[in-house]
């Protein structure tokens, strides 16, 4: 806020300024002497309040970085009114996209304030393809082996299912030695072994004899 003294020749205001307008940043009571000439005259005070900002925050429900699928609640400070940058005017916003999000917080005042940057990741699911080689029509004395096909490439945990359930101690990313016994519906699932345990379950491969 600027305050501005009458035309003079000299001036000293409250706060040991010497200048005809100062600009105030602190709450208070100023006043200013004005000289002209030989004559002195002091103006009559007037408060000047500075309301304080709002801290403007962002607290997060959750892990920022997660899989494909999951979300995060974020959360700003009080005030009375919000902005994110999404565009959202509530206090809380659920996100389920990878972005840098920011949140402006008004108070009671009008006085705002922007909040720090929050950086949500999200990591893809791996894409997964079931298939069979070299048959998916079994007939006595014929053997086949099921591939999980995992893209990207890495380090995976395989779980096979057959007709929905678990196949014991099947945790290759080939399933071998399928024969005229074993006909049925197959699913696998793969899991990162690192970083994040993002996930995904094949479409079901049917094997049959007809």
């Excluded at 500075?50 to 009080?78: D, E, K, M, R, Y």
């Excluded at 071998?176 to 990162?192: H, K």
Aim: proline share 5%; hydrophobic share 35%; with cysteine.
């Amino acid at each position: 806020m600027t305050l501005t003294a009458n035309s003079g020749t000299s001036y000293l205001w409250s706060n040991g300024a010497t200048t005809q307008a100062i600009n105030v940043s602190t709450s208070g009571s100023y006043t200013v002497t004005v000289t002209s000439g030989s004559c002195t005259s002091t103006s009559p005070a007037i408060t000047v309040t500075v309301n304080a900002l709002p801290a403007a925050t962002i607290s997060a429900g959750g892990p920022l970085s997660f899989c494909q699928g999951g979300n995060v609640t974020l959360t700003a400070s009080a005030g009375t009114s919000w902005l994110w940058s999404t565009g959202a005017t509530t206090q809380s916003i659920v996100t389920a996209n990878a972005g840098s999000y920011t949140v402006t917080v008004t108070n009671a005042n009008g006085c705002s304030a922007t909040s720090s940057a929050t950086n949500v990741s999200v990591s893809p699911n791996p894409l997964l393809t079931l298939s069979a080689s070299p048959y998916t029509k079994l007939y006595p004395g014929l053997i086949t082996t099921l591939s999980a096909n995992v893209n990207p490439p890495g380090s995976y945990i395989y779980t096979w299912f057959k007709n929905n359930v678990l196949v014991p101690g099947a945790s290759a990313a080939t399933l071998t030695g399928i024969d005229i016994t074993d006909l049925g519906s197959y699913t696998v699932n793969v899991i990162n072994s690192t970083g994040l345990p993002c996930s995904n379950t094949s479409a079901a491969l049917v094997i049959g004899d007809s």
